[in-house]
């Protein structure tokens, strides 16, 4: 019996984003074409003939959203019959925490507009684009326990608080702060700096700052931390 296939692969990105204080946000495209035209979905579409994924979800994101990002981490493959109704479609999906204020983003080829939504107020996705998106999250939040990520997107120096916030605007939930700031020093990846820093009429708080060398010794090493909620 001959076997007859015809199945086309695509990318599909995630990329989330997080500004010092903000709120998690996610990038999504506003679909020109159809099926699902006007419909938000997230940036991607197929791989070309001569191209690694990892090239095709780098264009996907350029030409749809002008967005750059040399970090993409390869998420999970859909690829169930039916989720593109033209035709038969395995995706791969992709995704990645920037800083939204780092990009400067415009929609074009076959997505009218691009925009950052908070994660909390996301309007319906097209195809199974809710699926791959709470895939992503998901994994988001699991990464954190087991890989201290997210320091790139604090400032270089930055009061305690600014990481609390970070960790609890990921993870949804309300941290222990006592145990968290025990926790986090105990791994000897953030140093306090001799600099204060001054918010409204609040008491100054000290700064840290982030040792990449400890940290990326840590992540050798495996490491999970268990972050105790209120």
Do not use: C
């Not at 599909?12 to 903000?22: L, M, N, P, Q």
């Not at 074409?33 to 690694?52: F, M, Q, R």
């Not at 095709?56 to 390869?74: C, M, S, W």
């Not at 169930?80 to 780092?102: E, G, I, T, W």
């Amino acid at each position: 019996m001959g076997l007859s296939q015809d199945i086309k692969v695509a990318v599909d990105a995630v990329v989330f984003g997080y500004e010092s204080k903000g709120n998690l946000s996610v990038l999504l495209i506003k679909r020109g074409v159809d099926p699902y035209k006007n419909s938000w979905a997230l940036p991607g579409g197929l791989v070309l003939e001569n191209e690694s994924l990892e090239a095709a979800v780098k264009r996907e994101l350029k030409e749809e959203t002008g967005v750059k990002i040399d970090y993409l981490e390869q998420l999970y493959t859909f690829g169930k019959p039916k989720r593109d109704p033209r035709n038969r479609v395995v995706s791969v999906s992709y995704f990645a925490l920037v800083k939204p204020n780092h990009f400067k983003i415009k929609a074009d080829t076959d997505a009218d507009e691009a925009q950052w939504f908070p994660v909390s107020k996301l309007p319906k996705l097209a195809f199974d684009h809710k699926t791959i998106f709470n895939t992503a999250e998901k994994r988001l939040k699991g990464k954190l326990l087991y890989q201290p990520i997210g320091f790139d997107l604090l400032n270089a120096e930055f009061p305690f608080s600014d990481l609390e916030h970070l960790y609890a605007t990921i993870l949804g939930r309300d941290i222990d702060r006592r145990n968290f700031r025990k926790k986090i020093k105990s791994f000897g990846f953030v140093e306090e700096t001799n600099k204060m820093h001054q918010e409204g009429s609040g008491r100054p708080a000290k700064l840290f700052k982030f040792n990449k060398k400890k940290y990326d010794a840590l992540v050798d090493d495996g490491f999970h931390f268990d972050i105790k909620f209120v």
